[in-house]
C-alpha cells in the first residue's frame, strides 16, 4: 500500500505557522514512507476564500520547500463530483431531504438549550418519502446506534457514541456541498490513507468515517496534532507576535530554521535541537507526537536562526540575503558579492533582516551617525587618516591581510594603540562604530569607496575643528 498523506488548508488568510507544522508533519511522513504528499485547496467558503490567500499559501509552501507530489487540487472545481456522491447517498438511502425552514431549526434548539439538551437535528424529515417542490437541504443519514471507535496515532482509542452525532448537512439548499462532505470525497477520491491534522478537528472525525462507511470506502489512519500556544499559555495568535509564514520570512528568518524549529513544537528525537531535512525524514514518527500543546518560544527560533546562519553554506543564506536586500531597495550591484557579506555578517547577526540593514553602507552612501562623528572624527585624527590614506593609496594589493599590515604600521610608527586607529576609520568608511573587522570591512568596501569616504571624513573631521 502506498502511504498518501494531504495538507488541506482553507485560503481564507496566509499561511499560520500552526499549519505549516501540519503540512511539515504530513510532508515528513509521505517522505518517511516513501509514499505520496498531495496538497488540496479546500475553497468552498467562497465568501471567505480569495486568490490572495491561495497565492499566499502556495508562496509559503515553495519558500519552506515542502513539495507535494499532486496538486493544487481545488475543492470549488470538484462540485459535480461532490453532487454525484450526494444523489448516490440518496438513492441509496444514507441520506434524504430536509425541508425544514430555519424558523423551525432555530426554535428546536432554543429549546434544546433551554432544556440543557445538546443542540442537535431532531430528525424530523428523515423518514419522509414524498419530494416537495419547497427548498431542501440534503441530510447524512447517521447510524442512530452503536459507536465510531479508531485508534488515533497520537491520541489512541477514541470512541463516539452515533447517539451524539447528528444527521449533518452535506449540501446546501443551492447545493453547494458542505465541508465534512466534501473532505470525505476528497479523501476517498485521492485514496489518502493517513489524515494528519489540527486537534480541532477531532469531532469531525467520527462523522467523517460514517460517511466514508456509507460510501464503503476504505477508511484513512488518523492523527490529530495538538495545538500551539504562545507564551501566556493561550491559543497562538496575532497578539503573540507574527503567526503567518511569510511574516517570518520578512522578519528575516531561514526557512530550516523555522521548520527545524516548527518540528521540534511536539516532536522530539532525544534531546537532539538540531536537525538536517534527510535526519528528519529518517527519524520522524507520527506516533512520537507528543498529544500535550506546545508552547512557541520566540527566543529559541532566534537561536535556530542564528545557528543556520552561521553554519549553512554562504551561498544559499545569500539566495535568502539577496531577498532582503531588494525589499530594502539596496542595488547589490553596487558593491560586493553577497556570499562575502554573508561571510563577514553571518556570526554577526540573528536574521537575515539585520543582516541587510546592517551592510546598507557597502552598496550606498554613508549615513553617519552624529555621535560617532563626535567621539571618532576629532581634530587630532586629521593628520592619522591622512597617513591612512597616504599608503592606501599606494596599496599594490587590496587585501584583507595587506590592508590590516597598514594598519599595524600605522600604529607602531605613531606609537598608539591600533584601536585608536580602527575605530575613527570604522567610522570614517561606515559612518558608525559597528562592522566586520575594519580590515575585512575595507577589503569589501573596496579601494574607490574607501578612498572617497576617507576623503570625506577628513572634511568632516575639519568642520568638527572649525565647530570648536
Known sequence: MTVVTRFAPSPTGSLHVGSARTALYCWLYAQK????????????????????????????????????????????????????????????????????????????????????EKPRYDGFCRDKKEIQTSSYVIRFRNPDTGAVEFDDLIRGKLVFNNTELDDLIIARSDGTPTYNFTVVVDDWDMKVTHVIRGDDHINNTPRQINILKALGADLPHYAHVSMILGSDGKRLSKRHGAVGVMQYREEGFLPEALLNYLVRLGWSHGDQEIFSREELIRLFDIRGINKAPAAFNPEKLIWLNQHYLKTSPPERVAQEL?????????????????????????????????MAEKSRYFYEDVCYNEEAIKKNLTPDMISILLIIRDQLVELVEWRADRLHQVIVDTSEKLTIKIGKIAQPLRVAVTGDTVSPPIDMTLELLGREKTLARLDSALVLCAATSSDS
Open 33 to 116: 514512507m516513501q509514499g505520496k504528499f498531495i496538497l488540496r485547496i479546500e475553497d468552498t467558503d467562497i465568501e471567505r476564500s480569495t486568490q490572495e490567500s491561495v497565492d499566499a499559501i502556495l508562496e509559503a509552501m515553495q519558500w519552506l520547500d515542502l513539495a507535494y507530489d499532486e496538486g493544487p487540487y481545488y475543492q470549488t472545481k470538484r462540485f459535480d463530483r461532490y453532487h454525484e456522491v450526494s444523489e448516490q447517498l440518496l438513492k441509496e438511502n444514507k441520506a434524504y431531504r430536509c425541508y425544514c425552514s430555519k424558523e423551525r431549526l432555530e426554535i428546536m434548539r432554543t429549546q434544546q438549550v433551554e432544556n440543557k
Open 322 to 354: 539577496a531577498w532582503h536586500m531588494q525589499r530594502l531597495g539596496i542595488d547589490i550591484t553596487q558593491g560586493p558579492s553577497l556570499f562575502a557579506i554573508v561571510q563577514a555578517q553571518a556570526a554577526r547577526v540573528k536574521t537575515l533582516k539585520e
